[in-house]
Structures are given as C-alpha cells and as structure tokens.
C-alpha cells in the first residue's frame, strides 16, 4: 500500500480529459477526472446505468441537465446525479485544471 495525491502528477498540457481509475469493486468505482477547458460533446448525453456522486476539488464547471437545470460548480461544490439522469458538463475554466472527485455507485 502506497498513499497517493490527488493533486499530483498531473500533465502540463490536457489536450484532452483524463480519467483515472483510483478505486473499483463490483458496486463501487472511484476515479480523478481532470478537465481544463473542457466539455461533453454536443451531441450526446451522459445517461449512465449507476448513480453519481461528483465533488470539484480544484476549478470550476458547469453541468447542464436533460430538464434545463444548470449547476455551477466551484471548488467544494459536490452533487449527487441519480442513474438516467441525463446530464452534460457545458463547462470548465480554461485557465486552470479542473479536478473532480467521482463516485460512481449502484
């Protein structure tokens, strides 16, 4: 057992999202998102099969939802997306990475 950082070892450059695993068991998937400018394609939904539960450690975005809700989120802003709730990030600040914490449980 090696403890790890949250907050390191992250590139320079996110040309893309990143997604990284921390955490997996049968119900539960933990993982570090890292976004700097970043947002769902246009054309798609997120609409996943399990709940969600999301927390900005770093940054800020914005997730738009399915009914036209939109939430901002800023550092320590947290939120909790039940499964089939279609959503997309709209949003992340393109001067800083943004770091999410995510839950993903049934």
């Known amino acids: 057992m090696e403890p ?11 040309d893309k999202e990143v997604f990284e695993q921390i955490i997996q068991s049968e119900y539960v998937t933990i993982e570090r ?17 399990h709940n969600e539960w ?5 940054g800020e975005a914005i997730i738009y939802f399915k009914n036209g809700k939109e939430i901002n989120l800023k550092e320590g802003s947290h939120i909790n997306i039940p ?3 279609r959503h997309k990030v709209t949003w992340t600040n393109p001067n800083t ?9 049934y």
């Open 83 to 85: 499964a089939h709730k």
């Open 4 to 14: 790890g950082n949250i907050f390191e070892s992250i590139p320079g450059k996110l």
């Open 54 to 58: 999301v927390i900005v450690l770093k």
């Open 33 to 49: 998102i890292l976004s700097r400018g970043h947002s769902s394609p246009e054309s798609g939904w997120h609409d996943q099969e």
């Open 97 to 105: 990475e943004t770091i999410w914490l995510a839950v993903h449980y």
